[in-house]
T-cell receptor
């Protein structure tokens, strides 16, 4: 199956700093990538949809200036959490979607962000 | 309102036993239904995707069923193994509005004990 990687897998930062998370599709090209956030014992919550070469589409309630998304190539999307605060601590998961068939999404292993 | 409800919320079984997880949905219009396995601290991994016309689909020891009339799905795990301990999430794709909408269930947390 298609493989999606994320880096880093875990990051701890001080409040007020910015953190960048990378998402890569390793063996396929993904024109569309998604960023999710998951709090303990809750479902994945879609934050934004990232299309290669265009601006991301953010879900209601997600601050686009705080969560900067760049999808510069067909295999790479990045999420930058700017001026992170403790409430941003969460599990961030990206996924990449195949264009064909059932539009199946393949998920990365996630990034655990802890803001002190 | 589009919703996906799963039961039970959690389940404990002994290694080697079978179990069945349930998913009811009210999503319309329906595109497809997916079952994912999510290990703690990891991203979800797809087990099956089923369209409207499919009643059953297997992936190894996992068998999913779909009844589009009653809007119910089940995931049956046969001969459970310790590595099956995870959260199993039912997700329904809707065609309403933009076609990327996935409606997520809260998952069933399965613990397989030796």
């Amino acid at each position: 199956g298609a493989v999606v990687s994320q880096h880093p897998s875990r990051v701890i930062c001080k409040s007020g700093t910015s953190v960048k998370i990378e998402c890569r599709s390793l063996d396929f090209q993904a024109t569309t990538m998604f960023w999710y956030r998951q709090f303990p014992k809750q479902s994945l919550m879609l934050m934004a949809t990232s299309n290669e070469g265009s601006k991301a589409t953010y879900e209601q309630g997600v601050e686009k200036d705080k969560f900067l998304i760049n999808h510069a190539s067909l295999t790479l999307s990045t999420l930058t959490v700017t001026s992170a605060h403790p409430e941003d601590s969460s599990f961030y998961i990206c996924s990449a979607r195949l264009r064909e068939g059932l539009y199946e999404q393949f998920f990365g292993p996630g990034t655990r962000l802890t803001v002190l | 309102k589009n919703q996906v409800e799963q039961s039970p919320q959690s389940l404990i079984i002994l290694e080697g036993k079978n179990c069945t997880l349930q998913c009811n949905y009210t999503v319309s219009p329906f595109s497809n239904l997916r079952w994912y396995k999510q290990d703690t601290g990891r991203g979800p991994v797809s087990l099956t995707i089923m369209t409207f016309s499919e009643n059953t689909k297997s992936n190894g020891r996992y068998t999913a069923t779909l009844d589009a009339d009653t809007k119910q799905s089940s995931l049956h795990i046969t001969a459970s193994q310790l590595s099956d301990s995870a959260s199993y999430i039912c997700v329904v794709r809707s065609l309403a509005g933009n076609n990327r909408k996935l409606i997520w269930g809260l998952g069933t947390s399965l613990a397989v004990n030796p």
